[in-house]
């Protein structure tokens, strides 16, 4: 009777260990563990660049959109003020403007523009309406009403302190240098501005004029973190802090501001309007200054 050999299985097709098993885990999990780690960091990297981005470009924007309606104030109508942790900064917008005919024009040949209706503004007495050296481009049709913002024409204007030379100032029938806009029409060769009837007391040395809106105001309230924008209130003599109506909101997150002023940063005619924002979200900060140049030439 033939014994059964002993089959023996080959070497190849040994299986794991119990040692060599747990060690690959191990191994495994080290290598996952760094891979992990690594992977973390760069995307930890990636949202933190995007936050710092956004932070910025939003902050930017907010400025951008400041210095552009700061660039279209109506001369020396600028005025700032702090009242506890709010910054205010309030101007007049300017619609459009152009020269006024302040002298009767000659005979003018036939097909060109020159005479026209040599309507002039007059002053010291009673007027209601003018034409201007040439079309004026964006004319308000006429003085809007109800929630549209009310225009208004404004002569010579100085700023605060200066006596009927200050857009601020209570309006009246006499005196004064803003009057209600009522009308206006233009030609190929002028345009005709008419107003409430009102005596301007000074003319500008250019015979320059401005059609402005209802104010608008900054203010940067740093109890709320807010940078905040008013607009469409009434004009009044005192500085609104802050104005009625409810504002838009501009920017959040403000951890510190300036809103500054200086008249004769430059010279008489030119101003500078300086601004500071900090803003703080998550843990990053961002300082941004910019200084505007205002022209303040009547």
Excluded: W
């Amino acid at each position: 009777m033939r014994h059964a050999r002993h089959r023996r299985h080959p070497r190849h097709a040994r299986g794991f260990t119990l040692v060599e098993l747990s060690l690959a885990i191990v191994l495994l999990g080290i290598v996952s563990v760094m891979v992990a780690s690594f992977a973390s960091g760069a995307m930890q990297s990636y949202f933190d660049a995007e936050r710092r981005t956004e932070l910025v470009d939003t902050t930017e924007t907010a400025m951008r959109r400041l210095q552009r309606d700061v660039r279209l104030a109506l001369p020396n109508s600028i005025r700032t003020t702090v009242v506890g942790t709010t910054a205010y900064l309030e101007f007049l917008p300017i619609v459009t403007g152009g020269r006024y005919r302040a002298e009767l024009a000659g005979a003018t040949p036939p097909g060109s523009c020159g005479v026209g209706t040599n309507n002039l503004l007059q002053f010291g007495v009673a007027d209601s309406s003018f034409v201007t050296l040439g079309p004026v481009s964006d004319l308000p049709v006429s003085s809007p009403t109800g929630a549209r913002p009310t225009n208004y024409l404004v002569v010579y204007n100085l700023g605060p302190g200066f006596s009927n030379a200050d857009a601020y100032a209570s309006g009246s029938a006499t005196g004064g240098n803003k009057a209600l806009l009522s009308s206006t029409s233009s030609s190929a060769c002028e345009s005709t501005i008419a107003f409430a009837s009102h005596t301007f007391s000074l003319a500008s040395p250019a015979a320059r004029f401005h059609i402005v809106s209802r104010p608008v105001t900054y203010a940067c309230d740093l109890a709320t973190g807010q940078l905040l924008r008013y607009g469409n209130y009434n004009i009044a003599a005192a500085q609104p802090t802050p104005p009625a109506g409810v504002p838009a909101l501009v920017l959040d997150g403000v951890s510190a501001c300036t809103l500054a002023y200086d008249a004769n940063a430059l010279s008489q005619r030119l101003g500078i309007v300086s601004i500071r924002l900090t803003r703080t979200l998550e843990g990053e900060s961002i300082r941004l200054s910019h200084d505007v140049m205002v022209d303040n030439a009547p």
